[in-house]
């Protein structure tokens, strides 16, 4: 097990299906741009309320992602 | 964007099917004494466990709905 | 309703297929270890992230149960 | 076990005789204008303090009771 | 100094002017439907971005009101 | 001053006579199974309503005691 | 009502007896070195046990004083 | 109403004006790197003293902005 | 940069002007009877409000001072 | 990566020699009683004063261990 | 067990060393001006980073010390 | 002292030679992509335990660097 140094990002994913498909979202989202992923953390739930009624679910997530050392 | 005022209610939206379930009862049920909701945030996710084994999902949620002006 | 006093357990359930079954299954493998079991609280979502993109949820529970008066 | 649904105000009782007294005087107050209490919770404990001595206590709780259904 | 008991609403003041009037707004717009105010709390303080660069305040705040004994 | 190792349990003590009696009943039931209990802190005040009106007070407490070394 | 400037001191008070008592017992001795204490906020609640079962309340308490303006 | 992602930065913007000069400052420097600013949150509010009297605000803020998807 | 001990003390500054005034003036206030001020922390907001509708303004700030070392 | 429960359990680990040496003294008496032991989580540092000046530092952890499933 | 009543002050040590150092320097400091000291809560730990690289540790510490009866 | 803006990154270090250890790590690798590198707060302490009884810390840090205006 060696001593890796990890990244965090927040990110916010929406999903108007649900509150596991807004986190999946998130995760493959920042899957394009960040790589290593390793966990992520839940620090809110939120959403939107359209027409009185249908809700939008927004889940912001902490993303961990393992570094590389740098090229020297 | 005009700077509206908005006002919060709290509510816990109950279901044995899940989550997502809660949380559009909550929603819903809102939406029948309150008007221009806008938007919810989960404040905490509980439950009650039945037969020792059945889970009840319990998600309180804050509700925040658009006032209108007083009539003078 | 009498005055019973309850024990607190913490556990962790995990699940690929999404939140509600990463809860369900912690309070199923609560329930067999342990009796009476009355509610839980969720204390925190995590998860793991495994080839860039697919989320294994962890979520914490608090479970409730009610103690039995030892045997004198 | 029904799915009620439950909304939650927010409430603050006083008391010059301790916290419990002032819990119960909440609780005695929101029955006269809200019905179906089942639970609450303190969220603060303060107070004012006279002639630099006597202490009033003032407990926040915040109060759930069970909706019924709105008349269709 | 009587014992007296206050109810809490939550309410989100905005403003395009600042902090102070953002919370000025919600309090003056609380007044209109609630009476005997006697403090509030800042539990929030958030905002939208318009253009990307202009700042709309959004300052969420518990009002306590004081309540009268309901009529016999 | 030795350098002890301490468990932690929680467990919710509840009574209908006040919180006193509820910290009271709890760390009285915990000592009934746990030995060299050392120490509490109250994690959080809740409870029910019966008939609108009658509070029943539950405490959640997080219980220390002292681990004997276990034997070799 | 003046804008008046208070200082914040933090106290621990404790009884065997109560949390009441805990309390009064920190304003009592609070008063006796600090002038015009206004208000108090409970931070904690904890205890010691004695012999497996006697519990000893410790309450925390920010205590606030006005601050009378120093003498030029 | 899209179910858009979002990702959030954190950034802390100072004043020696006051509270809302270094808010706008820190999202009007926000929008020199960061695109489709959409909505902010403070999540704390700190300062330095001068010369033992001279406020400098720092306000630490969460920005959140919309992220396009990423080009194939 | 030397490893310099500071000292914590809470105060709470008030205004009816508004949220930067309020911590300009117990900055001020502590400056009289502490040295070497360095930096202010708030933590909370809060305020009065007057004849249903006028808003003073309280913040709690930590403020901390270097300490000296105290002659021998 | 299978979907593995896990349990969390509270402890204290004590230590004259500092935080490092808690932590691990914890762990390690951990280790004698539950296995399995995968993660830690430290909750709250805190510690005792001798003769007015020696620390005795007092780490508070929570432990995770993996579950088997028990025997049928 | 005597019911004593403590004073809690907040203290910031500082030390290029490591967070043991820090802690320790700051009750000395503590010990320095205060008596009877007791116990002590880190709730900060910060740092000031010089030349990019170099970490200079920050840990903020409630200390407990018990106060004596004033003299009559 | 001008009024400088801040971005904040977060980022875990780990070590198996303890907490100091862990934050270094973390200085050191931040100071390798981001530059003026000012101050990091810690935000959290975890770790994995190998072998049931060997920790591995990992702490999170918050790392603030100070912002060059943007070239125009």
Chains 1, 2, 3, 4, 5, 6, 7, 8, 9, 10, 11, 12 share one sequence.
Do not use: C
């Not at 807004?22 to 989202?29: L, Q």
């Not at 961990?64 to 090229?71: I, S, T, V, W, Y």
């Amino acid at each position: 097990m060696a001593d890796n140094i990890y990244s965090v990002s927040e990110i916010v994913g929406a999903s108007s299906v649900g509150l596991d498909d807004a986190i999946r979202g998130a995760v493959d989202r920042a899957s394009k741009t960040l790589h290593n992923l390793d966990w992520f953390e839940v620090t809110g739930i939120r959403g939107r309320i359209e027409g009185d009624r249908r809700a939008h679910f927004q889940v912001t997530l902490k993303v961990g992602f393992r570094l590389d050392e740098p090229a020297q």
